[in-house]
């Protein structure tokens, strides 16, 4: 070799390529886990989210359960003068058919905790679907304590008066 020959070095690829490979690399995975966190959330992968097993064909789905509830009528908690009513007629709806049995027998307290919560409730609250929605939230979760968890599944308006 003579002195002014240059060794050959290997090469070693320039820095530009090896960022955009490891770029390529990292957004390829993000997307990846893009796509199966977006299908985990839409309910495509039912085993991840807890789902129960669907039920086979020849067995049945018991018919819900309803219950109803006699007309409750309480003057709300209004800051004016002039007092103000709600008139409610509701119906229950309960898991099993021996959870009706259960409410029937539990009709007092829950009569007694549905109007408590009334008398407290201002009018304003009652306003609108997100007034409907709360009372109802709030309904199923008094029945819930005055019976057992998940005996009540869904409070039913039949009837709801203001004035």
Known sequence: MLMGDAVPATAAPPAGRSKKKLFMILGAVLLLGGGLGGAWYAGLLPAARGHEAEPAEGTAVPPPVF?????????????????????????????????????????????????GFLRETRPEELRGSAGMYRLREELIARSNIALRPGAV?????VEIVIQ
Do not use: H
């Not at 119906?91 to 021996?98: I, T, Y």
């Not at 959870?99 to 549905?114: G, K, N, T, Y």
């Open 67 to 115: 219950v109803e509830i006699p007309d409750i009528v309480a003057n709300l908690n209004s800051a004016g003068r002039r007092p103000v009513y709600v008139k409610l007629r509701s119906r229950l709806e309960v898991s099993r058919a021996e959870d009706a049995a259960a409410v029937q027998a539990a009709m007092p307290r829950l009569l007694d905790m549905f109007n």
């Open 153 to 157: 599944t869904d409070v039913l308006f």
